[in-house]
Structure formats: structure tokens, C-alpha cells
């Protein structure tokens, strides 16, 4: 059989590419990470332990970036930005889009012109998103003043990218905006294969919407609402374009997530050995959701 | 007797050679006779237009070297990671670049001394004004020419002063109860108030006029943090208390970073704004403003406790040390930094046809000049006023970090937070990077 | 009769809903531009009425904001990436649909898995590698870093068209001689060619909005058009008015073309998980 090699000879060139643009930087950050890198003060790394100098007792110092993360405040405080922020923008993005979803579901002219705004806010760049928020947060004229002059004179004058829970809620407002339609298209795809008969079957039964929703609709979408909230859980980990033009981390670290957080500590005090480090703390949860979620879409197999 | 015609023969012939040469000295201390003619330089620089007319002008560097120069300029917001990724580059791309006196330090390993040719050339750094001839040391070695560098201004709004009776603020509290009549009266911001932080660490600018009018320092002899004194607590309190006690400001003033202040104060939404002395031209653009220059005035910066020092600001230009034509940089930067040309830019309004408005000299020679004051409204002078006391940002590699951790600290306490506690734990932590860094 | 009435009122709700989604997508999308055709003097005013201007787009193709650069960089680099990406992708696909191979769930599950690296953790070696190879600042390295970003999602998702496929008309094909890879060329790839051209769309916006990897590669002569955004934060403020007119480049050819492989697009995204 030819196609024995030829299968084989089809997955190298994709295996190629991925080996050498994800996995090699990968690795190669991973050994970084054990190393010391000040951009400020040389142009090479240097390595943190040296079994020459250091000896096996003091094996230790191999771990010193990490340690400098953990003992760190402005670390954990990104840890705790970053659990706020994913867990918000995942429960208001996932619940919005199934409400949605499920209102938009049942087709005719007028639903299915709307669904085709849907696709818009995600096929925006999301640095775009991030300055034009920031425009539409503008204190002295910007969309939300002129807004609330009309409906809500008080709110008016409100400082949204001064205060640390406001800038938050624009923040999880611009990643929802962003998110919540595309994963409303994915819902009503996934609401598209309930069974009709058993919606009908319920109805004759007498059960009212609220019992077909739970007893029906629910069970039958719930792979896809579990693909849906992993698959957002993890955007929003790795979210950094909208943090970086929207609120760059502000007011304080108030809104300092753990990538916008790796980011400055590299490349603004170029420290990249202890960057990287904390990049890899990042990417153990990474790890576990991805196989949470891999289990998920292959739970059918 | 035959030695001796022979030897004024010779002589004759030596003088006659130097005086032909002298024929064609050239300008600025350029070296004669092209000796780097075919050469090209690329240049990295800040987009302002104080640098877009250079490159407009540097036609007259290139005939007289054949040297040939490329600019590129970066938006400000995007020039500390460039700065940085062209000293992790290292290939020579940028001859000569152009960045923030407080990178300096961060970047000193990979930018060359300027101190031999300085001496060789009789060039002296003493024409600049004290704080920016410090802003382009580091450890006693002289990295480049501060070819744009700022002192700060008050500017206000001259017909509201007058309209409710006010005289120029000279003191902080002046200004917060200024700003308070204005803020009632008129409905506007008082003070186009800055507590931003977005990583430039503007919200330090203020901060540092009002700790060093105590006599508190950033660090002191042993590099500890000494912002945390009973002094300099006490000014960081007053500080922020505009905004959180005074409540003088205009709006956004926790989010807003410099630019905000200054399009708010332009908009007419804020009647005072202390900022560099080249915003003035802004201040009465019609693109930009609302204001007139009738409605536009400066004067120097308020005291804090009857003293005042002010911070100052320098972006410096630069050899890279990985650039492969480090002489023919040399001779740019000799006619780059010129004081003809810094003249000349403050008061020509068109270059090659474009229009080209700037006040920014760096010459001392400048800022006296009665050429340049004259076409600038006097603005020199004010400037010259405001440096004879001011200060620059620690030079050290970590000073973006810790200046960051300062600036988190700062727009923090001004949405209300404890500013004592903030302060310190700032210090708490900046101690731990110096520590690390082998301070101490 | 009251029953009738209650449910007219559900249905204004719902209409009423709807609509307020509608807004609430189109809102910020309206304030970009209108923001684009005002002058910068109407930007500080808020005015719903203004005059409006083009000049605008004109200024951000003009020096020193050179728009047109950033926009011929931003097609290349896109372009070319899902022009290497698309086939090979195409080829993994296929070979995962339908033969089984040692370790393939693992290969696969590991591809997939891969477009979950958050890219702020790649981009320094990358930055050092390209230094190394000196190709900093070039379309080059872009297209190179922005495959690591498009490879899984395209196999994924042409995987989920060729699953869709039946067997039975390439079966057909081999009992009559054709070679497997005939089968592939003539049956398979034109069947399969909306979901491929799917997933190249897909794909081709992925690296149009690309922005982390192009802030830190890109200095002058490659910068796309979602970094070249920072060219207006200028030094008298930011200028909304550019901002907004480069923001409709960016976003316009982007709304084009996700509208027109909406349907499919959905399709390819969910497929592996109701399967």
C-alpha cells in the first residue's frame, strides 16, 4: 500500500511547522527561564547556576525567577487581575450568548439579518477594539459622556479608566463586545442539532418552555457550551491587545494582567529571564485547560 | 645658508598648504575634504516636528560631506521597546539614535562615549544648560547631545485669570485656590490635572517638583529609596490632595496621562496646565485648540513650601556602538547639534515649504538669543528662568521599573488610596529590584 | 385571548432585545466611523451633525504616516502566510480525516493544542532567533511567526469539511485505477474547496489583526496596519480623527470578508464538538 508512506509523507510539513513555531520557542523560553537575562545591562543571557561555581547544594539558584515571581506582590496581583477578569468576561460573554443564541435561534427575515452583525465584532482587530474603546471612554468627549448627558446626567461626569472596578467592567465590556456574537454563532449552531421531535414530544406533553429549555435544549448543547466556555476561558488568558491599548494596565495595576504584566517586565524592564519564567506560569493552567478542552470536542470518540 | 632657503622654502610651502586648506574650512567642525563621501547613515528618531524640519534641512550636512542620511522616525509611544530592540539587534542597522534621557542608563552598554571626540573637536558640553547636559551622562561619560530637552512651564488661561481677578499663581496653594474660583465660576477643570500611568511615568513629573522643593531625594548616597521621609510624604500627600482634597481638576484626571491634559487644557476644559514649554505652540494651533494666544499665558513653576526646583526632561542623541560608521556619526552629530541650526529652527516657520512650528532650543546661546525670543514670545527666557534650578529623573538601568512601580503608587493614591502606606511599600519593593541588581 | 396577547408582548420583548443587540454591535462600529469623517476640531465637540471631511484618508496616506506601506505589508504578510499555511494544512487534514496513523490522536491533539500559547511567551525567542538570522523588521519573519498562529486552527477546521465529506464517491474513484493521489487532486480537494477557502479566510484575518508579534518584530520598513495605530499617538495627543480612518482600513476588508464565510465559518468552528 503507497498510502501507508503517503499518509505519513501528508502530516510532515504541517508536523514541521508547528514543531518549529510553537514548540522550539516554547522550549527555547522554557530554558530562558532558568536563566538571567537583564536587556539593560548585556546583550546574552547568563546562566542563574553553574555546577562548577555552584555545586549541586545550591541547585537552588536554577529556580531564582521563579522564585522572584512568587514572592512577588505585583505577580500575584496579576494572577488575581487575571482570575477576575477571565472569569467575568467567560460567565457575561457564555451567558449572554446563550440567552442570545436562543433568541435568535428560530430563523425568519429579521433574525437572520441580525445574525449577520454577529460576525462583525470578531472580525475586528482587537487592538483596534482596544484604542477605539478607549476613544469611547474619553472623559471630556467621548461616547459614553455624551451618552449618559442625555440618559443618566450623574454618571456623566464618571472617570471610567480612573477607578479600578470601572476600568475592570471596560475592560470585560470590550473583550464581551468582542466576544459574545461570535460564541451567540456557535450556540445557535450547536442549538441547530437539537432533536425536534423530542421538543415537540415535550410540548404535546404539556411542559412549559422553561422545562424544554432544562430538559431538552440544555442536555443537548452542552458539549457546546462546554467547548464554548474553555475555548473563551483561554482567549481571555492570553488576552493582551485590548488590555494594552485600552487601559495599559491601569488605573495602578488595577487591570494588570499576567500577560500584560510578562510583557512589561521583558520588554519595558527588560528583564527577560524572569519574563520569561513568569510566561511559563502562565502556561501550566494552559496546559490543564487545553486538555480539559481537548477532552471536551473528543468527548464523542 | 643653502639649509636655511631650503628650510623656508620647505616652510613657505607648508603655510601656503595650510592656508589653501584653510580655504575651505569647513562649518560646525566638519572635516575637510569629504573623507566619508559616499557613506550612508541611518538615524533613528522621535516624531516631532522639531526633527522633521532637521531632516528637511539636512541637505546642507549631505553636500557638505556626501554623506548621505536616513531618517526614521517612531511614534513616542513605541520608541522605549524599539530603543531596546535595536541594542538586543545589534547589527548596526540605527548609526545614531535618538531616546529619553531616562532609557539611558538601560541602554549605556551599547551606545558609544562621545567624550574623545568631544575633545578633539573642542566641542564642550558646557553650552547646554546644567540638567540637560546631565540627562546625556552616565557614570561620568558623556553619551550624546540633548538635542531636544524640555523645562516645565505653567501655562494658564490669561482672559479667565483676568476675568475673575486672579494673578499669576506662584505658589501650589496659589494655584489650588486659583483653580477652585475657576472650577466654581467658570464650570471647567481648574488644573488640567495628569495622575495617569501608562508606563512613560508623566504623574512623576509634578511629583518630583514638589518632593525636591523639600530637600527629599529619589534615593539617597546608598541608593535606598528616600522618597518615604516624613518630607517627602508630606509633598506626595499635597500633591495628589490637588485632585483628592483641592478637587481642582478637570475631568478624567486619574486615567488622563500628559497628552489628555494638554488636549483638555486646549479644548478650553481647564484653565491652568503645567507642562514642557513646547507644548505653547499647540496651545494656539487653530487645528487643535480652541484657544487664541491672546487667551494663552506662561510663567514659571509654582513653589512648594518657598522653594522651587523643576524637573526637567532631555531626549538625547546617540552613537551605536554596533554602527559600522562611527566617524562619519560623529561628523552628523557635530552638524546636527549646532548652534546655528537650534537657532535657526526656533525662528524660521517654513522649511522647504513646509510649515514647521517649534520653540524647542537646546543652546543656552539659543535660549538667550533675542532672535529666538522675540519670535517665540519670550517663551526662551521663561525657560531659561525655570532651569537655573532643576533636576533630572535618576539615571540607573532600573529606573523604568521602579519609576513604574513610583507611578502605579501615585495614580493609585489619587483615586483616594492611602498615600503613606502606597509610598512605602513603592519603596519596599523598589529596595528588592536595587537589592537584586547588586545596589547593595 | 389573553394567552394571545401575553404572548404578542413576548414577542416585542424579544424583537425589542434583539434590537438593542443590534446597537450595542453597531454602536462602537458607528463611532469609528463617523469619527473617520470628522475634522479634528469636531472630534473635541461631540456633534451628532457634522461636515464631513475626507481629508482624513488622505493625511494617513501622506508622510510621515504612510498608510499605503502598512497596508500593502499587512496584505503580504497575511496573504503569503495562508498561502504556505492553506495547503500544507490542507494536506495534514486530509491525512487525519482519513487514514489512521501511528500516534495520530496525540499529533493531532497536539497541533490543535497548540494555538493556545498565549503569544506574549513565544515572541522572545522568536525576536532572538530573527536578530540571530538577521531578518528583524522584515514581512518575512511576520509570515513565519504568524503560521504558529493560523497552522492549528486551519488543519482543525479543514479536517471537520474533508469528516463531512463521504467516502464513497473517492472509493469509487480508486476501484476505477486512479492513483490516491488523483483522488485527493480531483474528488476530494473540489469538494472540500468552500471549507478550504473557509479556513483561509479564517486564517487570512487571524494574521491581518495580528498584533503583539508585529509590535515587537516590526520597526519601521514591516509595519502592519494594527501597529501602525501607535504612529497616532503623536506628540500633540492622539489623533481620534486618523485613528478612526485607519481603524476603517483595517476593519472594512475584515467585515467583507467574514460575512462572506459566516455560514461555513460557524460550521468549521463547531463541527469537532457535535460531531
Same mark, same amino acid.
Given at each position: ?36 537575562w537583564?536587556l539593560n545591562?548585556a546583550r546574552e ?221 521583558g520588554f519595558?524592564?527588560y528583564?527577560m ?29 | ?28 567642525? @566638519? ?11 541611518n538615524?533613528l ?27 526614521t522616525?517612531i511614534?513616542?509611544?513605541a520608541l522605549q521597546e524599539k530603543i531596546a530592540s535595536v541594542g538586543v539587534a545589534a547589527d548596526g542597522s540605527f548609526d545614531v539614535v535618538?531616546y ?6 538601560a541602554n549605556?552598554y551599547w551606545l ?178 480652541? @484657544? ?28 551605536s556602538k554596533y554602527s559600522k ?79 513604574? @512601580? ?35 | ?122 515572541v522572545l525567542p522568536f525576536f532572538i532567533l530573527f536578530r540571530d538570522l538577521g531578518i528583524l523588521d522584515t514581512?518575512l519573519a511576520l ?72 509590535l515587537i518584530i516590526t520597526t519601521n520598513k514591516a ?53
Open positions: 500500500m503507497r498510502d501507508r508512506l503517503l499518509k505519513y509523507f501528508l502530516v510532515f510539513p504541517a508536523i514541521f511547522v508547528v514543531a518549529s513555531t510553537a514548540f522550539w520557542p516554547l522550549f527555547q523560553s522554557f530554558y530562558l527561564s532558568f536563566r538571567e537583564k545591562r543571557s547568563r546562566a542563574l547556576w553553574e555546577y562548577e561555581y555552584d555545586g549541586l547544594e545550591n541547585i537552588a539558584y536554577l529556580f531564582d525567577n521563579y522564585l522572584l515571581a512568587l514572592e512577588d506582590d505585583l505577580f500575584w496581583n496579576s494572577v488575581r487581575v487575571t482570575s477576575i477578569f477571565t472569569v467575568t468576561s467567560v460567565l457575561v460573554s457564555v451567558g449572554l450568548a446563550l440567552g442570545l443564541a436562543l433568541l435568535l435561534a428560530p430563523g425568519g427575515k429579521f433574525r437572520l439579518t441580525v445574525r449577520t452583525l454577529l460576525i462583525l465584532p470578531f472580525a475586528m482587530s482587537p487592538a483596534l477594539i482596544g484604542v477605539s474603546w478607549r476613544f469611547m471612554f474619553q472623559p471630556d468627549f467621548g461616547l459614553f459622556k455624551a451618552f449618559f448627558d442625555v440618559l443618566i446626567p450623574p454618571l456623566a461626569d464618571v472617570d471610567w479608566l480612573g477607578d479600578a472596578n470601572l476600568a475592570m467592567i471596560a475592560l470585560v465590556g470590550s473583550e464581551v463586545w468582542h466576544w459574545t456574537p461570535y460564541l451567540t454563532l456557535v450556540f445557535i449552531g450547536g442549538l441547530a442539532t437539537v432533536p425536534q421531535d423530542a421538543q415537540e414530544a415535550a410540548m404535546i406533553d404539556g411542559a412549559n418552555s422553561w422545562r424544554i429549555f432544562c430538559d431538552v435544549t440544555l442536555p443537548s448543547i452542552l458539549p457546546v457550551l462546554a467547548v464554548g466556555i474553555v475555548l473563551k476561558t483561554i482567549f481571555s488568558l492570553k488576552m493582551f491587545d485590548q488590555v494594552y491599548m485600552l487601559t495599559n494596565g491601569g488605573p495602578g495595576n488595577a487591570t494588570q494582567t499576567l500577560a500584560h504584566y510578562i510583557y512589561f517586565n519595558k524592564y528583564n529571564g524572569y519574563a520569561s519564567a513568569v510566561s511559563y506560569l502562565l502556561v501550566i493552567p494552559m496546559f490543564g485547560l487545553t486538555w480539559l478542552y481537548m477532552k471536551l470536542v473528543f468527548l464523542k470518540r | 645658508m643653502r639649509m636655511k632657503i631650503i628650510i623656508s622654502f620647505i616652510s613657505f610651502c607648508f603655510l601656503s598648504s595650510v592656508a589653501g586648506a584653510g580655504d575651505n574650512v569647513l562649518p560646525y567642525k @566638519l572635516k575637510s575634504g569629504k573623507p566619508f563621501a559616499g557613506t550612508t547613515l538615524i528618531a522621535v516624531v516631532t516636528p522639531q526633527f522633521k524640519s532637521y531632516e528637511l534641512r539636512d541637505e546642507e550636512f549631505e553636500s557638505l560631506t556626501g554623506i548621505t542620511v536616513n531618517w522616525h511614534p513616542f509611544v535618538n529619553l534621557d531616562s532609557w539611558g542608563p549605556a558609544e562615549s562621545i567624550d574623545g571626540w568631544l575633545k578633539r573637536d573642542g566641542i564642550s558640553m558646557d553650552r547646554y544648560p546644567e540638567a540637560f547636559k546631565k540627562s546625556a551622562m552616565f557614570k561620568g561619560e558623556t553619551l550624546g547631545f540633548p538635542l531636544r530637552a524640555h523645562p516645565m512651564l505653567m501655562f494658564y488661561r490669561k482672559d479667565l485669570f483676568a476675568k475673575h481677578g486672579l494673578s499669576v499663581p506662584e505658589t501650589w496653594n496659589d494655584v489650588a485656590s486659583a483653580g477652585k474660583t475657576i472650577k466654581q465660576k467658570e464650570g471647567i477643570g481648574g488644573l488640567a490635572c495628569y495622575f495617569g500611568a501608562d508606563g512613560n511615568r508623566q504623574n512623576l513629573f509634578l511629583w518630583l517638583n514638589y518632593i525636591w522643593a523639600t530637600g527629599t531625594e529619589v534615593f539617597d548616597k546608598q541608593m535606598k529609596p528616600a522618597w518615604a521621609t516624613p518630607s517627602g510624604l508630606r509633598a506626595t500627600r499635597d500633591y495628589v490632595s490637588l485632585h483628592t482634597k483641592h478637587n481642582i481638576c478637570g475631568k478624567g484626571a486619574v486615567s488622563n496621562v500628559e497628552q489628555d491634559g494638554r488636549i483638555q487644557f486646549a479644548q478650553g476644559n481647564a484653565a491652568m496646565m503645567p507642562v514642557w514649554w513646547w507644548a505653547y505652540s499647540g496651545f494656539y494651533n487653530p487645528n487643535q485648540s480652541k @484657544l487664541t494666544k491672546d487667551q494663552v499665558g506662561f510663567a514659571g513653576m509654582p513653589s512648594y513650601q518657598g522653594k522651587t526646583v523643576t524637573y526637567a526632561i532631555s531626549m538625547p542623541y546617540s552613537i560608521n562611527k566617524e562619519a556619526s560623529w561628523e552628523f552629530m557635530k552638524w546636527l547639534s549646532n548652534p546655528e541650526l537650534d537657532r535657526r529652527n526656533a525662528i524660521e516657520r517654513s522649511v522647504r515649504g513646509e510649515k514647521i512650528v517649534n520653540n524647542v532650543v537646546t543652546h543656552k546661546s539659543s535660549m538667550a538669543d533675542l532672535g529666538v525670543n522675540a519670535a517665540n514670545d519670550n517663551i526662551q527666557m521663561a525657560a531659561l528662568a525655570s532651569l537655573a534650578n532643576s533636576d533630572i529623573m535618576p539615571q540607573i538601568p532600573e529606573w523604568p521599573e521602579i519609576g513604574d @512601580l513610583l507611578s502605579n503608587a501615585i495614580q493609585k493614591a489619587s483615586t483616594g488610596g492611602n498615600v503613606d502606606k502606597l509610598m512605602k511599600d513603592a519603596a519596599k519593593k523598589a529596595e528588592r529590584i536595587l537589592s537584586r541588581a547588586g545596589y547593595y | 385571548m389573553v394567552k394571545g396577547s401575553k404572548n404578542k408582548f413576548l414577542d416585542f420583548l424579544q424583537i425589542l432585545v434583539i434590537l438593542l443587540t443590534a446597537v450595542f454591535i453597531l454602536v462602537p462600529i458607528y463611532w469609528i466611523v463617523s469619527g473617520a469623517f470628522k475634522q479634528q476640531v469636531d472630534i473635541f465637540q461631540l456633534k451628532l451633525l457634522f461636515t464631513p471631511t475626507l481629508e482624513n484618508f488622505e493625511i494617513i496616506f501622506r508622510s510621515p504616516y504612510n498608510l499605503f506601506d502598512k497596508l500593502v505589508n499587512s496584505t503580504l504578510v497575511a496573504l503569503s502566510t495562508i498561502l504556505i499555511a492553506i495547503p500544507i494544512a490542507t494536506m495534514a487534514a486530509y491525512s487525519f480525516s482519513r487514514f489512521r496513523m501511528k500516534g495520530e490522536r496525540l499529533m493531532f491533539v497536539t497541533i490543535l493544542a497548540t494555538q493556545f500559547v498565549p503569544a506574549v511567551v513565544i514581512r509570515v513565519l511567526v504568524n503560521l504558529s498562529l493560523v497552522m492549528p486552527f486551519a488543519i482543525w477546521m479543514i479536517k471537520g469539511f474533508i469528516d463531512s465529506i463521504p467516502l464513497d464517491s473517492e472509493e469509487a474513484a480508486l476501484v476505477d485505477g486512479s492513483s490516491r493521489f488523483q483522488v485527493i487532486l480531483n474528488v476530494t480537494l473540489p469538494m472540500a474547496l468552500p471549507g478550504v477557502i473557509t479556513a483561509g479566510i479564517f486564517c487570512f484575518i487571524l494574521a491581518w489583526n495580528e498584533f503583539l508579534f508585529a509595519v502592519t496596519l494594527p501597529v501602525g495605530l501607535s504612529l497616532f499617538h503623536a506628540e500633540e495627543g492622539v489623533l481620534w480623527h486618523l485613528i478612526s480612518a485607519a481603524g476603517i482600513m483595517i476593519m472594512l476588508p475584515m467585515f467583507v470578508l467574514a460575512t462572506i464565510i459566516q455560514k461555513h465559518f460557524v460550521q468549521g468552528m463547531t463541527m469537532g464538538a457535535v460531531r
